[in-house]
């Protein structure tokens, strides 16, 4: 998959950089620098799109298999102790320092040296990180995948609907049918009506005479079982972080309300209003650091053992960050809104209030803290907790999340707009940001997010102790 992804994505850069080169290309060349360009054809156009699809194929096909495999690269010794949490961290880290070389340095060279060196360097360094991985191939550990897992979940679901008539006295001293060699000789008590899918009910009819299922329709495995079992329990988790994309997607307000704020740092020098956007990339690049760096080391000091957050602790403290932070931009909305008002700027949305857009930074900085918590403790809970031949489902199962998430965002958006506007009122979430009330806006998110939050304990209590959790139980009792 990480093949295929890179190999998509560098050919998506390269259609997309012709775009800026060959004329009449849907583009319409590189305009900034070419006042000669033409209109774009439809086979412009459709190499424009072709491009945008194949960089998306490419992105998915590395995102979601590239932690997964980093983890496989490690050994035993190395997933139980702390390297793998700082793997973790360090790649959502890298992640997000690439982000924002794009968001600056890329930005700058696009503006002042043209879209065809702005948009080569990508292809460039995408043609270096191909070639990079396939030299280093061979010494990579590659684990070979199972069947097909949506297979296997349906066999499962089948299994068990035939047998769903099995009565008490043929279930009582009853065998499942598992794996050879296989540590996992039962399933769990929970989702028990999944159990009946690897009861063998006759090992004649049952089983082959190498002591295989006859039907895998019929008949699955205690290993298929479990493995359905975890991903339907992790769900109610993964919907937790919905809400908090959902506050992540209000930072497209921050513009409007940095543009109405005195955004001077020094008398002759003021911050843009779009680089606010850019705080937050640089706020989580600090708590990743700061967290391996220097909270962990300094908390194993004081305890004179290892001290480090759990994946469920660490999405707490993800949702509870991104809580605290849109309440603390309500605050500052509401006074800047006052004093918009007062100063008699309520009908000059472009009027600047005298208040210093720095207040708006505690609230990137707190985000910061959220995003970072909360996605890094998402992937090492689903990384830990499902099956090693289902890691990559991880990456797949965050990615729905965030675009139910950004759905969510917009469902939410329309119906403030929609109730508020009734009456013909401007609405909370006026075009003029001094008539409407955006505070009141985000007082409501708040709320929504405080409510996710007790959703959240009550997902981690129903759930019980993960892995880990039960990993250090067992060697604290053994000690």
Not at 11 to 20: A, N, P, Q, S
Not at 29 to 44: A, H, I, Y
Not at 418 to 427: F, H, M, S
Request: hydrophobic fraction near 45%; aromatic fraction near 10%.
């Amino acid at each position: 998959m990480i093949s295929f992804g890179s190999i998509a994505s560098l050919l998506g850069m390269t259609l997309f950089w012709l775009t800026t080169i060959i004329p009449r290309s849907s583009a319409g060349c590189d305009r900034q620098f070419d006042t000669s360009c033409s209109s774009p054809t439809l086979v412009g156009n459709l190499v424009l799109y072709c491009s945008f699809a194949l960089m998306s194929v490419g992105a998915g096909g590395v995102r979601s298999t590239s932690i997964p495999f980093g983890i496989d690269q490690l050994s035993k010794g190395e997933k139980e102790s702390g390297i793998k949490e700082s793997f973790f961290n360090w790649y959502y880290g890298t992640s997000t320092a690439a982000v924002l070389i794009g968001m600056t340095l890329m930005t700058y060279i696009q503006e002042n040296m043209g879209w065809k060196v702005g948009f080569g360097i990508p292809v460039i360094l995408m043609f270096i990180s191909a070639v990079s991985f396939f030299i280093a191939s061979p010494n990579y550990i590659k684990v070979l995948p199972k069947t097909n897992l949506l297979t296997r979940f349906a066999q499962v679901f089948v299994a068990s609907y035939r047998k769903r008539h099995l009565s008490p006295e043929v279930t009582s001293g009853i065998s499942y049918y598992h794996e050879k060699e296989s540590e996992l000789l039962e399933p769990s008590e929970k989702l028990r009506f999944l159990n009946k899918a690897c009861i063998i009910i006759n090992p004649l009819q049952d089983l082959t005479p190498d002591g295989k299922a006859s039907d895998p329709w019929s008949l699955c495995t205690v290993e298929q079982v479990q493995e359905l079992k975890t991903v339907i329990r992790v769900l109610p988790i993964l919907t937790t972080a919905i809400m908090l994309t959902v506050n992540m997607s209000q930072s497209s307000f921050l513009v409007l309300e940095a543009s109405s704020m005195d955004r001077h740092v020094t008398s002759n020098f003021q911050i843009p209003a779009g680089s606010f956007g850019s705080i937050l990339i640089v706020a989580i690049i600090f708590w990743v650091a700061a967290y391996d760096r220097i909270i962990v080391p300094l908390a194993s000091k004081i305890r004179g053992k290892p001290a480090r957050l759990g994946p469920k602790q660490k999405m707490g403290v993800g949702l509870m960050a991104s809580c605290v932070a849109l309440a603390s931009l309500a605050v500052v909305e509401g006074i800047r809104r006052r004093m918009a008002i007062k100063q008699g700027f309520i009908d000059d949305p472009k009027a600047v209030v005298n208040l210093s857009a720095l207040w708006l930074l505690p609230r990137q900085f707190l985000d910061g803290l959220a995003e970072a918590a909360n996605i890094i403790g998402q992937t090492e809970f689903f990384i830990s907790e499902l099956p090693q031949s289902m890691s990559s489902i991880a990456g797949s199962l965050m990615g729905v999340g965030s675009s139910i998430a950004n759905l969510l965002a917009t469902l939410i958006l329309n119906i403030v707009k929609d109730v508020t506007t009734r009456g013909g009122n401007e609405g909370w979430l006026a075009s003029n940001i001094n008539r409407g009330r955006y505070d009141y806006y985000y007082w409501l998110i708040v709320g929504l997010s405080l409510l996710n939050f007790l959703y959240f304990l009550y997902c981690c209590k129903a759930y019980g102790p993960g892995k880990e959790e039960e990993s250090k139980s067992s060697d604290e009792e053994n000690k």
